[in-house]
């Protein structure tokens, strides 16, 4: 991760906490000072060649804040959106780890039935305010929100449940809930603790009532007809046309159930063969 970090963060971040305790964290990060495994300055670790952090992290901090206050700005256009159940800003944001070139990432909880029409409508509307992300480039968007994972309640949970995925939920912070959808989710991926770190982090936006309103008008077989035989056919051929351009490349998911793009999996990569706590994942057995 792009940033430095204190001590608290590494005891409040780690999926250890049940089993290691805050001083054997303290005696293990002194440790690896000792070794110039770690580097400390100002109360700020990074590791080994990553020193450049120390001198950016405040500037980071105070670049964090500016892109907050855009995010939230603009996300009160979600409040107006039909059959968006919640929104949760994940990535960049939400781990702190931002550059002037950062994007928005978002993950998007929509109605059982309607995820293709509320796809189209919340890629209108931001592209409409010129504040949606137009392609996969890296640092090519910034301040601009990335559409990459649209879920519904069939697929709020989903292995596998490494390391990465235990990372990413834990950081998602809600900017936008309608109803008990955001609930149901926590629930689900209750292995990952998802809104420990940053429940109170940002105020949220509430729903609208023309969002109660375009809901009820077109929450029947007028709304299935746009979903099944307008919305679907066209989001499928578009979107396999644009997957066949990207080679097939990352983890691409087309279905009425989930809607995921990511073509760039490095953090993942990196990450994904080191499995959660066993503490974690026997909860999750026992539950089922």
Known sequence: MERAVTPMEIVTRAPLLKQVSFTQIIEVIESLTQQKLVFSKNGFLVIQNRDSLLESRTKQDFLLDIKWKKLMKMATWFRYIPFVDFV??????????????????????????????????????????????????????????????IITPISYEKPPHNYYRYELYKHLIPIFIDGLSYERFREKNSWAEIGMLNSEMVPLHKPS??????????????????????????????????????????????????????FQLNYESMFSN??????VTDTLNQEK
Do not use: W
């Open 274 to 279: 080191f499995r959660i706590p066993i503490f």
């Open 88 to 149: 949760l800003v994940s990535g960049s944001m939400s781990f702190g780890a931002i550059r002037k070139s950062s994007d928005f990432d978002v993950v998007l909880g929509v109605r059982q039935g309607r995820i293709f029409t509320a796809r189209y409508l919340v890629s209108g509307l931001f592209s409409l305010f010129r504040a949606r992300r137009l392609d996969d480039f890296e640092a090519s968007s910034p301040d601009k929100f990335c559409f990459n994972h």
């Open 209 to 262: 009532k023309i969002k109660k309103i375009l809901e009820f008008l077109f929450g029947n077989t007028i709304g299935n007809y746009i979903e099944t035989h307008i919305a679907e056919p066209i989001a499928k051929k578009r979107l396999a046309s644009y997957i066949h351009q990207k080679h097939n490349a990352g983890r691409v998911v087309i279905h009425e159930y989930e809607l995921e793009f990511h």
